[in-house]
């Protein structure tokens, strides 16, 4: 394990009036209310002065009027994770947690976080980038295949095809979202996520579904799932795949924290599938999980990913509390 969960916390008073960014107009809404709802209530119980704001597209004003310090941002899909909301905080100089205007943008468009990943030698599964129907008849992945939209989190549109006609439907569904979508070679293998917070890979998570694969429904309604950590694997493996994890981060400039998917096949072969720069901090979430293993509880968690908080490459440097 690559973490340190002794690391001494930030004194509370230091990060100023803090906004605890949730909501906004994506599809994952709901999903992020529930985030930053969690977010919200820890940093209070730290001590920190903490401010919910539910975004919309007044946020610039809104942020600028109230002269906030730092910002924790639990925005989850478009707006708030592909770049647009990390914009306007640098226009404003106001340092907020998660990665930056570039990082995010990439990270939400699968298709071009793959492109890095293997220009940099990464392992990632063969695929296709579909904008029509018409292009359907295109791809040669061989079956069964992943569809999902580019742009989409939380596994929304997302479907597996076994022929061409289930392709059709699960690209109509895919493209209600958006219009590129993702055909991906389908990997036989076992699902694990690494964490990643400031600069160090928490313990992994195997993830066991009984549906299809870890859809919507698996991730936040099925009590099914099981999220299995410690994951199995032997230190030397875990080890190996937290740096692959690490440098798959890395290539795409994320920061502060993060979580990187990716699946083991029959063969015990990493393939990549996707890097998430803004996770979900709910019940059903990972990085609360890969924390407490690493003996980080929630309320800790969340004043770590504030002191990851920056703005452009500059972190923020706390300002010392009168009592120091």
Same mark, same amino acid.
Request: with cysteine.
């Given at each position: /394990?690559?973490?340190?969960? !002794? #690391?001494?916390? %930030?004194? %509370?008073?230091?990060?100023?009036?803090?906004?605890?960014?949730?909501?906004?107009?994506?599809?994952?809404?709901?999903? $992020?209310?529930?985030?930053?709802?969690?977010?919200?209530?820890?940093?209070?119980?730290?001590?920190?002065?903490? !401010?919910?704001?539910?975004?919309?597209?007044?946020?610039?004003?809104?942020?600028? &009027?109230?002269?906030?310090?730092? +910002?924790?941002?639990?925005? !989850?899909?478009?707006?708030?994770?592909?770049?647009?909301?990390?914009?306007?905080?640098?226009?404003?100089?106001?340092?907020?947690?998660?990665?930056? +205007?570039?990082?995010?943008? /990439?990270?939400?468009?699968?298709?071009?976080?793959?492109?890095?990943?293997?220009?940099?030698?990464?392992?990632?599964?063969?695929?296709?980038?579909?904008?029509?129907?018409?292009?359907?008849?295109?791809?040669?992945?061989?079956? %069964?295949?992943?569809?999902?939209?580019?742009?989409?989190? $939380?596994?929304?549109?997302?479907?597996?095809?076994?022929?061409?006609?289930?392709?059709?439907?699960?690209?109509?569904?895919?493209?209600?979202?958006?219009?590129?979508?993702?055909?991906?070679?389908?990997?036989?293998?076992?699902?694990?996520?690494?964490?990643?917070?400031?600069? *160090?890979?928490?313990?992994? =998570?195997?993830?066991?579904?009984?549906?299809?694969?870890?859809?919507? *429904?698996?991730?936040?309604? &099925?009590?099914?799932?099981?999220?299995?950590? @410690?994951?199995?694997?032997?230190?030397?493996?875990?080890?190996?795949?937290?740096?692959?994890?690490?440098?798959?981060?890395?290539?795409?400039?994320?920061?502060?924290?993060?979580?990187?998917?990716?699946?083991? &096949?029959?063969?015990?072969?990493?393939?990549?599938?996707?890097? #998430?720069?803004? @996770?979900?901090?709910? $019940? !059903?979430?990972?990085? @609360?999980?890969?924390?407490?293993?690493?003996? =980080?509880?929630?309320?800790?968690?969340?004043?770590?990913?504030?002191?990851?908080?920056?703005?452009?490459?500059?972190?923020?440097?706390?300002?010392?509390?009168?009592?120091?």
């Amino acid at each position: /394990m690559t973490s340190d969960a !002794h #690391n001494t916390c %930030p004194d %509370p008073s230091a990060f100023g009036k803090v906004a605890v960014l949730m909501g906004g107009w994506a599809a994952e809404r709901e999903i $992020s209310l529930e985030s930053g709802a969690a977010v919200l209530a820890a940093l209070r119980r730290s001590g920190v002065d903490a !401010h919910g704001v539910d975004v919309d597209r007044r946020i610039g004003a809104t942020l600028e &009027d109230a002269d906030f310090d730092r +910002v924790f941002v639990a925005l !989850h899909g478009r707006g708030g994770e592909d770049g647009v909301i990390q914009g306007v905080l640098e226009a404003l100089e106001i340092p907020y947690t998660g990665s930056g +205007v570039l990082a995010s943008a /990439m990270g939400m468009d699968k298709a071009r976080t793959k492109m890095l990943w293997q220009a940099s030698g990464l392992p990632t599964p063969a695929y296709q980038v579909v904008t029509s129907e018409a292009d359907l008849d295109t791809v040669a992945l061989g079956w %069964p295949v992943m569809v999902k939209p580019v742009h989409e989190g $939380s596994s929304l549109g997302t479907g597996r095809a076994d022929s061409f006609a289930e392709l059709r439907r699960a690209w109509r569904e895919a493209a209600s979202y958006d219009t590129e979508v993702l055909v991906e070679s389908w990997v036989v293998g076992e699902e694990y996520t690494a964490a990643v917070l400031a600069g *160090q890979a928490l313990p992994l =998570i195997k993830l066991e579904t009984p549906r299809g694969f870890y859809d919507f *429904q698996a991730k936040y309604e &099925d009590e099914s799932t099981r999220y299995i950590c @410690p994951c199995g694997l032997d230190g030397d493996a875990e080890q190996r795949l937290q740096a692959m994890a690490l440098k798959a981060f890395g290539v795409l400039g994320a920061r502060g924290w993060g979580r990187v998917d990716f699946f083991l &096949d029959a063969g015990c072969d990493p393939w990549l599938i996707e890097l #998430n720069t803004i @996770p979900g901090m709910t $019940s !059903h979430s990972l990085v @609360p999980m890969a924390a407490a293993a690493a003996g =980080i509880e929630f309320d800790e968690l969340a004043l770590r990913i504030l002191a990851t908080a920056a703005v452009g490459e500059r972190p923020a440097a706390p300002e010392p509390s009168d009592e120091q």
